[in-house]
């Protein structure tokens, strides 16, 4: 299946649970746990302050919107920003996003860490990849350098550094 063939079924599902497109394949998600859900609005929240502080024309939105990796995959991150026009209503894709976000949970951990890790950076839109673990209430903030390498460090508490686009959150509005 195309990411193309998934939005169109997608779009004709009624009660659809949350769902992927990986290699072709649908794959369907597993229930959420409270604290997954919890963090998933307070990183949406906290992005969005970010943006609002930094006066830059982007936006966060959380959970919902499917990020197409290549034709047969196509991921739906627990938050993300855009930069620039505001996309078009009844849009089902984010085409360029800068800053992806996962939450951990028993379930997607490894996936989020190798396959999704991987995939985004795909990408040349993005720059950031936010891995939040609820857990260890820590982020493992990947970036890509200009010259494409990309590094990873996590962080308990202080500050990241999201430039671009020029967004500055405290780590401890993810676990509030």
């Not at 779009?11 to 990986?22: G, K, S």
């Not at 209503?89 to 951990?104: D, F, K, Y």
């Not at 839109?125 to 209430?137: F, K, Q, R, W």
């Amino acid at each position: 299946m195309t990411v193309q063939d998934y939005l169109d079924w997608a779009a004709t599902q009624r009660d659809l649970p949350r769902t992927e497109l990986i290699n072709g394949q649908i794959v369907a998600m597993t229930p959420e746990r409270i604290e997954h859900v919890e963090i998933k609005d307070a990183v949406t929240v906290a992005l969005k302050a970010a943006i609002a502080r930094a006066g830059v024309r982007c936006r966060a939105v959380g959970d919902g919107m499917t990020v197409r990796i290549d034709n047969h995959t196509a991921y739906g991150p627990d938050a993300l920003v855009y930069c620039g026009e505001r996309l078009k209503r009844g849009s089902l894709t984010v085409p360029n996003p800068i800053i992806i976000v996962e939450v951990l949970s028993p379930t997607t951990s490894h996936t989020d860490t190798s396959a999704k890790l991987i995939g985004y950076f795909k990408l040349p839109s993005v720059p950031h990849y936010l891995i939040i673990d609820p857990d260890a209430c820590a982020v493992a903030h990947h970036s890509r350098a200009a010259d494409g390498t990309v590094s990873g460090h996590t962080v308990t508490s202080g500050t990241i550094r999201l430039d671009p686009p020029g967004l500055l959150v405290d780590v401890s509005e993810f676990f509030e």
